[in-house]
T-cell receptor
Framework: DAKTTQPNSMESNEEEPVHLPCNHSTISGTDYIHWYRQLPSQGPEYVIHGLTSNVNNRMASLAIAEDRKSSTLILHRATLRDAAVYYCILPVNSGGSNYKLTFGKGTLLTVNP | NAGVTQTPKFRILKIGQSMTLQCTQDMNHNYMYWYRQDPGMGLKLIYYSVGAGITDKGEVPNGYNVSRSTTEDFPLRLELAAPSQTSVYFC????????????????FGPGTRLTVL
């Protein structure tokens, strides 16, 4: 199974951009990269996912390295509400065409006012 | 849409007691999942279901049972509660689990915090 490596924690200031890195050196050619986040005392929520090209949505941007061995989640202007644990995930085949998410410890993002 | 709802929010059990954690989704998703999250750790998959009448084990199924009689509901049963089952339990659903599709997005409930003493 392809694994991901993330820093345990990162810190940012409010209204500044945040770049959250993820290494996935054993990624296969067809593995999508997913990001979820978990706000304090809540369930995880989907942030973004991508395959090769950089992706943008209303929450964040995902920059994927050309060799796909790493990616970066970009929050363009961090707010206090963005303080959460961010998980970088490569869905794992659980049989047939079914895939499951495996959550590691993620990166705890602290946003300072 | 209420999304994914879970009851109860909190529960304290004595060793050996049993209980059912309820999970309901109103998004007509065919896939549903149960995870547990121990303090400071990531989520671990307990059981999942790809549709009504079909369930399968995840990483940590021991001590739990599930059933899926309808699309909407996916209850998790603890038969003989043990202190090792003290955790926060999350239910999730998705339209599909196929690789890469946007449908793969999983929607999570707010969780049930269970303590076994």
């Amino acid at each position: 199974d392809a694994k991901t490596t993330q820093p345990n924690s990162m810190e940012s200031n409010e209204e500044e951009p945040v770049h959250l890195p993820c290494n996935h050196s054993t990624i296969s050619g067809t593995d999508y990269i997913h990001w979820y986040r978990q706000l304090p005392s809540q369930g995880p929520e989907y942030v973004i996912h991508g395959l090769t090209s950089n992706v943008n949505n209303r929450m964040a941007s995902l920059a994927i390295a050309e060799d796909r061995k790493s990616s970066t989640l970009i929050l363009h202007r961090a707010t206090l509400r963005d303080a959460a644990v961010y998980y970088c995930i490569l869905p794992v085949n659980s049989g047939g065409s079914n895939y499951k998410l495996t959550f590691g410890k993620g990166t705890l993002l602290t946003v300072n006012p | 849409n209420a999304g994914v709802t879970q009851t109860p929010k909190f529960r304290i059990l004595k060793i050996g007691q049993s209980m059912t954690l309820q999970c309901t989704q109103d998004m007509n998703h065919n896939y549903m999942y149960w995870y547990r999250q121990d303090p400071g750790m990531g989520l671990k998959l307990i059981y999942y279901s790809v549709g009504a009448g079909i369930t399968d084990k995840g990483e940590v199924p021991n001590g739990y049972n599930v059933s899926r009689s309808t699309t909407e509901d996916f209850p998790l049963r603890l038969e003989l509660a043990a202190p090792s089952q003290t955790s926060v339990y999350f239910c999730a659903s998705s339209y599909s689990s196929q690789r890469g599709l946007s449908y793969n997005e999983q929607f999570f409930g707010p969780g049930t915090r269970l303590t076994v003493l």
